[in-house]
């Protein structure tokens, strides 16, 4: 049995860029950080490596990092 454990953060805009969130959720400190994480292939989108720091992501999208699951959510007091 696997058990997933997905990590909810809040978001306040509609879309965020995916450099942008791994900022937000704390995963990293700095863009330049984020640069390498994201080009080392380390960092899915939807079960999908994603290099593009770019990349939109939106609410219900799941990012993983390192082993762990995070999924984009709409922070309703906006």
């Known amino acids: 049995m696997i058990i997933l454990v997905v990590k909810g953060i809040k978001i306040r805009t509609e879309t965020i860029t995916l450099e942008q969130f791994l900022k937000w959720a704390g995963l990293v400190q700095t863009g330049g950080e984020a640069k390498i994480l994201i080009q ?9 490596t ?3 720091r770019s990349h939109k992501l939106s609410t219900g999208d799941l990012i993983e990092v390192n082993g762990d699951t ?6 309703g007091n906006t």
Do not use: D, I, P, T
């Open 70 to 75: 995070f999924a984009v959510e709409k922070n």
């Open 50 to 52: 994603e290099k593009r």
């Open 40 to 48: 080392s292939g380390k960092v899915k989108v939807n079960g999908q």
